[in-house]
């Protein structure tokens, strides 16, 4: 909400400075988002005190030398009156009429060296200088609005009558010829963020009667004393309320005989400051008071009103007009004044007649019942809503309006009356209108003040400070609370709300007033005193920091994607686990490519390699995250976590000194990198049982994928994309390697500690044996044999080479293994060694393995 | 000894004098070897030298005798004062043979990295754990209950229009908006025990995805639940984090603010430590930055998680790590974040 100071000062004295004002509100929750100053030091256009002036216009008469100029005598303080040429149309009716003194004309004069903005040159700064103006010598100019940054008139000089321009500059006194124009119209407007528990300061008053409280000031409420001359408004209106709790309170002002013309200055410059395109005098009163008290209020054409029900069967002649407040009926529709045709809901509340919707309430009015140019008569609603209910409404129709923004955040119901009233007043003095005798209140859910039974004791415990319950009550009564000591007898204060709130339910509300009162910066700041509670550590998303750090010094980077995708883009992966869902759909996404909650982690690792594949060759990725497998069981999905890996390109980066070294290793990534990277993960997070065996799965290239399992438990795949998979991806011919692992099982069993053995004392006998195997045996498998043919004596057994070719018979694999026979108990003699070879070979053999001599 | 003779006394000088030129002459190993067989040898000159002790009187020989033993002793050290040199001249001559430029680029290992939010997620929860805040994972994927109505946003509650709600098909289940949807959960589960926790975790707002906005980002929210807990504790802790987090150096102010699960509520922004307060374009020329809301747990919220707020206080705070990140970092895209390009995740 915008608020310019101008108009604060209308109801409260400020003496701080605009910053110091800002910082001060902003403090107590009135954010400030930014400040907009008009003239005034720090304006994009600074009025030149002495270069800037008020000037009264004297006397227009013609250019001698052209028709579409005139000369313009205006007294600007300087003892001499002062001649400018001007070509506004607005001087034009003014020509050849003698002395205008009477009439009370004030212009704004820059003379020679002010700077004004030259609509000419896109509104570009540019200093006044002296010249001739056809023959007549010029050191001064009348500006319009838009030249002294005044908003966007440019059709003619700034051009104001006195009166119109007292109630902005503070009386009549002000105005004075050759008055620096900063002093009356100098401004500076603050952008104040109105959140929901503030939106009582959704309007000038609400937020000067913080800065009263704020700062020790008076509130100046506007006066609500209405002159009623015309004849009573009893007997032509009757309201009927279907639902009290949607619209406790209907109040309804007539005033009769208004005319249409422009508000005057002074409210057509504060609507413009406020971020309001001024138009005519009865919607600027409108919009004029919703702005100043915070009541929303709606204007009806009285007459178009009044044919209506006469042109109802079953009006009795003479009779009242009947407006009901109901919700909406099936099929209803309303063209609101913004020309949108709506389709009304049972849950809009509308302000009807017999013959049907006439506005939206609290929202917006119909069209068809709106102020029209030839309307005389004006029937003044203000009312209360209920603000749940207007916010829905809102959000259904799609239609925000700045008594919708009120509304829904809530206006209090006492305002209503205060409102119409101080309309009803303005349309009087200002559109010229005779307000009817009396008025329509209807009340139809009555309300009570909010009381609540303070403790100070409480107000101390919460909030860490030592106040009295007299400095407590002095901090409320400063907001308007009214505070008495209980009547219960305890120590208690009995503290009432005022009537223009109604956000507070309980101390804690109380709390936080005393607490902005005093003003946080001024709360002490202390230690946690309390107990500390019983610590239970986390131990699964340690297990999980500690697999991320893993991952990092295998040389990995962790990525984390985006958990909202689409079937389509999964099923990619020709998964079916997958892609035969179901998913957790969104039913409001903001992107169709984000509409539902990822089941694979592995095809949002794929997106970001693909993208990372157009400038590097060489990819190391991981990531970390959940995936989403909705139950049949619970409305919510079971969230898996799951850590997916990619590895790709070559296996070494390039270095400088790799042209100059042949033995530095070349290739491609492959199946073995990627296991030994899941390997390290298992061996840091200690875990044991490990298997990995040979499986088909459409994701994975056919006889390139493994399935690991933990202690017997599947825990996800690894292997080499399908490339066909990874061409749906964008890649090309060259691997790909991924693997998708529950990170659950792989975690819950790894808090085990590791096993740690002694340095060994006795010396290790070390040999290479190579086996003989057929091809389709697993390598596995004959470890597997030698290890339990090894027992405890046999320490490592590591695979060196593995070879297939033509020194062997075709259909064979030859496979050399580095072995280490150890007795933690003596030294092995050679007799010991040979004798645990033949065990080796031996059991080799059973498996179909010969021993290569 | 008068009785030697001069040219004996002559022919030791020579043999020395000689002996030394032609050792300092010596370039290598084998011409130090040749001259060392050659003189000090077994047949060498001073061996020889020595023979003739026999025919020496028995006056004469223990002063010849010594004078022979006096050179023996001299170029023996001068052997190996010039052996030493040689070898060191020759491992100079090696060493500078193999120099290299030093100033060539280092060969790395190849190291990875951690995603940017993984840090500063684990960064503030190593401060928060220091004050006895434990991690509390709960998950992404709410009721509309946990994620507003338990946290004192019924239906139609005006603070709703503050986040944009992800909606599931199911319409009671939400995309958490915040990681508050985990308060109820720790608070159901740890009551009537006092609480103390920091909730990282996912979240998800249905906006436009520009460089400002993301349709989903961390959050990491604390709550601690006890009793006698007061806002001047919770203004303590979070002044004790910012300090630690962004530089001893920086201050705090906390402001009025409104969230519907917290009464009363505040803002804390720290001095803006780009420009040290004085005011830049990072922090909009206020001199401040916002980094969390917080503030004392509503009662109704107390009440929804099994406290009884006559009894238990507690206080609750919110903050996004991106956007601590960004501000930290001077980012201006949050797009990067999951944009994942190695480009720029590797550069943390």
Known sequence: MRV??????????????????????????????????????????????????????????????????????????AGQPKEVVTGAPNLFPHLERGDLSELDLWAALILEGATYLDPHKDLQPTKLKGRKLRGVYNDAMLCSPVELGLGEDHDGVLLVRGDELTPIAGGRSEIVAGRPLVDLLGDAVLEIDIIPNIARCASMVGVAREVAALTGKVLRTPSTQVVQEGPSIEGKLVIETREPELNPRFVAFLIEGVEQRPAPFWMQHRLRLAGQRPLHVVVDVSNYVMLEIGQPNHTFDWGFLQRRAESDPGYDPGGPVRLITRLAEPGEQLTTLDGTRHELLPNNILVTDPAGALSIGGVMGGEESEIQDHTTDVLLEAAAWKFTNIRQTQRQLGLHSEAGFRFSRGVHPELALLGARRAAELLRTLAGGTVAAGCIDHVAQAWAPVEIELDP??????????????????????????????????????????????????????????????????LPSTVLASHLPPQRGNPALEAEEAARDCLVRSGLHEVITYRLTTAESEARLRDEEVSVGPYVELSNPSTLERSALRRSLLASVLDVASNNARFTDRLALFEIGAVFLPRPDSPLPEEVARLAVLLRGPRQGAHWQDGTDPGAAAGELDYFDLKGVIEILLRDLHLDGAEFS??????????????????????????????????DWGFDERPCLVAELDLGPLLGSASRAPVVTPIPVYPAVREDLAFLVDESLPAAALVEALRSAGGVLLESIELFDLYQ???????????AYRVAYRSPSKTLSDRDATRLRGRLVEAAAGIGATLRE | MSETSPETSLDFEAVQNRAEVALARCEDPEQLESWYYATLGRKGEVQLMSRQLGQLSAE???????????????????????????????????????AIDVTLPGRRPRTGTLHPSTLVLRAMCRIFGDMGFQIYRSPDVVTDEYNFEWLNMPPEHPARDMQDTFYTRDENVVLRTHTSAGQILAMREYHPEPIRVVLPGMCYRNEQITAR????????????????ITFADLKGTLTEFARRFFGAERQTRFRASYFPFTEPSAEMDVSCFQCDAKGCRLCKYSGWLEILGCGMVHPVVLRNGGYDPERFSGFAFGTGPERIAMLKYGLDDIRAFWGNDLRFLTQF
């Open chain 1, 805 to 815: 070719g033509d020194k062997i018979a075709p259909g064979k694999k030859s496979l």
């Open chain 1, 694 to 727: 040979a499986t088909e799965h459409p994701t994975y290239r056919p006889g390139r994928a493994a399935e690991l399992s933990i202690s017997g438990r599947t825990v996800g795949r690894l292997g080499e994309l399908h490339p066909v998979v990874a061409r």
């Open chain 2, 213 to 228: 906005s993301e349709i989903q980002f961390h959050q990491i929210e604390g709550l601690a639940v006890g009793e006698g």
């Open chain 2, 60 to 98: 004469e020989r223990p002063i010849f005798g010594k004078r022979v033993n006096a050179l023996k002793q001299a170029l023996q050290v001068a052997y190996e004062q010039r052996r030493e040199e040689i070898e060191r001249q020759a491992l100079e001559r090696r060493l500078s043979a193999g």
């Open chain 1, 457 to 522: 004791a409480y107000v101390n415990e919460r909030s860490g400070l030592d106040l009295s319950p007299e400095q407590i009550a002095a901090h409320l009564e400063r907001l308007e609370f009214s505070v008495e000591p209980s009547t219960s007898g305890r120590s208690t204060l009995r503290v009432v709300a005022p009537p223009h709130r109604i956000d507070v339910e309980g101390p804690h509300d109380l709390l936080e007033e005393v607490c902005r009162m005093v003003g946080y910066e001024n």
């Open chain 1, 4 to 77: 310019p100071i101008s108009w604060l000062r209308e109801y409260v004295d400020i003496d701080l400075s605009v910053d110091q004002l800002a910082e001060r509100i902003t403090n107590a929750g009135l954010e400030v988002g930014s400040i907009e100053r008009i003239g005034v030091a720090g304006a994009p256009l600074e009025w030149d005190r002495d270069r800037v002036l008020l000037a009264h216009v004297l006397a227009v008469r013609p250019h001698p030398d052209a028709d579409r100029l005139v000369i313009a005598t205006v007294d600007h303080g």
